[in-house]
């Protein structure tokens, strides 16, 4: 069973640009949730899906934002960059996130410049 | 809401000697507290977790304890291997909610030297 996928890995964007990235949950998992891991603050949960409804939010401004799609896939979206949201963007996802594991992704590395 | 606190950041063993961390949190609600290991480069993964409703859970040299009126828990890794080396955090999840929505602690780097 294949497992969570995250694209791109890499990417450098520059202040004030916007990023989109994408996760591929791993095959019959309804749940996926998002996390930014930094040095300095570890991993903070940012947000959550189920069935293409944001369940579960974190305290991150609304420039953060995400979606899911029918096929459970996931998309975060980060506006008008700024130095700060350089970090370790991680999905985890999980059969329906009440009580299971999560399994996390590789994590698409950002960085602003 | 929740503040995980972990302690220590880090801790060097020598290999087959036991390792400890702590962990308190604040939100009396908690009710789930997994534990991930994230080795160098790598994803987080579960190794162990415990609910509420039990103080005490072992997977062959993994232990968790939980004591729910001190607000805190503890991982503890006995016969400690190379293998072990990696950085551990503690997490909880609220109980109104998913298991999903982790707090997590700010991780503890374990060495483990021959």
């Known amino acids: 069973k294949a497992g969570v996928t995250q694209t791109p890995r890499y990417l450098i964007k520059t202040r004030g640009q916007q990023v989109t990235l994408s996760c591929s949950p791993i095959?019959?998992?309804?749940?996926v949730s998002w996390y930014q891991q930094t040095p300095g603050q570890g991993l903070q949960f940012l947000f959550e899906?189920?069935?293409?409804?944001?369940?579960n939010k974190g305290n991150f401004p609304g420039r953060f934002s995400g979606r899911q799609f029918s096929n459970s896939r996931s998309e975060m979206n980060v506006s008008t960059l700024e130095l700060g949201d350089s970090a370790l963007y991680l999905c985890?996802?999980?059969?329906?996130?009440?009580?299971?594991?999560?399994?996390f992704g590789e994590g698409s590395r950002l960085t602003v410049l | 809401g929740e503040n995980v606190e972990q302690h220590p950041s880090t801790l060097s063993v020598q290999e087959g000697d036991s390792a400890v961390i702590k962990c308190t949190y604040s939100?009396?609600?908690?009710?789930?507290f997994p534990w991930y290991k994230q080795e160098l480069g790598k994803r987080p993964q579960l190794i162990i977790d415990?609910?509420?409703?039990?103080g005490e859970k072992k997977d062959q040299r993994i232990a968790v304890t939980l004591n729910k009126t001190a607000k805190h828990f503890s991982l503890h890794i006995t016969e400690t291997q190379p293998e072990d080396s990696a950085v551990y955090f503690c997490?909880?999840?609220?109980?109104?909610?998913?298991?999903?929505?982790?707090?997590f602690g700010t991780g503890t780097r374990l060495q483990v030297t021959l």
């Open positions: 985890a996802s999980s059969l329906s996130g009440g009580t299971g594991e999560l399994f």
């Open positions: 997490a909880a999840s609220p109980g109104t909610g998913t298991a999903s929505k982790l707090t």
């Open positions: 095959s019959g998992h309804r749940s």
């Open positions: 899906y189920f069935s293409e409804t944001q369940r």
């Open positions: 939100d009396s609600a908690s009710n789930y």
């Open positions: 415990i609910r509420s409703n039990v």
